[in-house]
């Protein structure tokens, strides 16, 4: 059903900050913070975390399952969940069960080897590359300990967000679930923070659809609203956002923004020791937002308070507010490392790929440098690099 923009007359209160910003955000950290002892273990198979996940829930169905009952268990997107199971079936870890009846469609099952590949893969994460299990966490310093009832309350709030999210009945009181969360942190914790976000994300979508704004482009908006006059990079906006530095969203959505009019370049002069005078300085853009997109984005909160009304009478904000604490908590235990002082831990699950990819630019224009200084002495032309700006 299409629904119209409210009026500009209406005077709803603004939704919480932390349902349709914030708290997406926190899953998705949580999510990329849990998943980093898989990695390495994916990018030897040439695999992504999705073709793990869907592998993982259909090993341990027990049972064949429909394409949508396994994307549902996964926590992937129906229309995407196809290319997933053809490589899976190709590889050898999934059959097609042919329907008992004609006029059903064909279900798909996973493989005695399925479960022993992906009990390797959780075991290689817990050995080889660093990854704890809840009773390491556990074992972690008082500030970065998560115990048992901390991991049931975390399980629980996300079930009852995710539920709330997506219209079912939550239950309260003694009928409640307690979460268990029992499996691994890599399996468990990724595959929860996956399931919750993409239900609550579909709620947000809902509400940005009639002012044409996809789920990232409104993150970058909020981002940039959530400190008016403050003008943030696009490195600044990908490591705020919790965007991979490889990823283009960043760029693409504010070329995007800029072409709305609701945001703003700004330019500042940061000069180099070793620029020379027909270098000139260094030129360092930032993006703003402007009065226009402010404005747009309480027109959206307004919009969105009216349409989401019925999860606010589910999950309470003060409840949000505790997911939000756990979700940074448990963030900053897969992540903790022993040795260093608390101020000085690094909770960015991506933050040592912002850190390769800033020495290879920075090796890249030393090499480059000298390179110049090169052909400058031998009196032949230099060479220059062309870049291409979001606002260009």
């Known amino acids: 059903m299409n629904m119209a923009p409210p009026d500009a007359g209406e005077h709803i209160a603004p939704a919480p900050v932390l ?109 080889k590359h660093g990854g704890r299990d809840w009773a390491q966490l556990a074992a972690l310093p008082a500030e970065a300990r998560i115990t048992e009832p901390m991991r049931r309350r975390l399980f629980a709030l ?61 993150r970058i908006l909020r981002i940039l609203a959530w400190q008016p006059g403050l003008g943030w990079t696009v490195e600044g906006l990908g490591r705020r956002g919790c965007f991979h530095f490889a990823n283009s969203a960043v760029t693409r959505t504010l070329f995007i923004l800029h072409e709305r009019d609701l945001i ?49 009478e589910r999950l309470r904000g003060d409840e949000m507010a505790e997911l939000d604490a756990l979700l940074g908590r448990v963030t900053l235990a897969l992540l903790w490392r022993d040795g260093v002082a608390p101020e000085d831990q690094d909770v960015h699950p991506l933050a040592r790929e912002y850190e390769r990819f800033d020495a290879y630019v920075a090796a890249a224009a030393r090499a480059l440098e000298f390179h110049n200084r090169i052909l400058r002495e031998n009196g032949l032309p230099i060479r220059t690099r062309t870049v291409t700006h979001w606002w260009e």
């Open 19 to 127: 349902f349709d910003f914030e708290l997406p955000d926190a899953l998705r950290r949580a999510r990329y913070a849990a998943l980093q002892p898989l990695v390495p273990a994916l990018r030897a198979r040439g695999w992504t975390e999705p073709k793990l996940m869907l592998l993982r829930a259909l090993a341990r169905a027990g049972e064949p399952l429909t394409q949508g009952e396994a994307a549902a268990r996964a926590g992937l997107n129906f229309r995407s969940v196809r290319v997933h199971i053809d490589a899976l079936v190709a590889e050898g870890y999934l059959v097609w069960v042919p329907p008992a009846q004609r006029g059903f469609y064909p279900k798909i099952a996973a493989r005695d080897i399925a479960r022993r590949h992906t009990n390797l893969i959780a075991r290689d994460a817990l050995l």
């Open 158 to 218: 996300t079930g009852k967000l995710r539920r709330a999210a997506a219209g079912e009945p939550v239950l309260e009181g003694t009928n409640a679930p307690d979460g268990d969360g029992g499996d691994d942190p890599a399996f468990a914790l990724t595959l929860e923070t996956r399931r919750t976000r993409m239900a609550l994300v579909a709620r947000v979508a809902r509400a940005l659809r009639p002012y044409g704004f996809s789920e990232a482009q409104w």
């Open 264 to 312: 703003r370049r700004s330019a500042i002069l940061r000069p180099k020791p070793y620029r020379t005078d027909w270098h000139g300085p260094q030129r360092l853009f930032r993006a703003e937002i402007k009065r226009a997109g402010l404005d747009m984005v309480s027109r959206i909160e307004v919009f969105q308070a009216k349409l989401c009304s019925d999860l606010f």
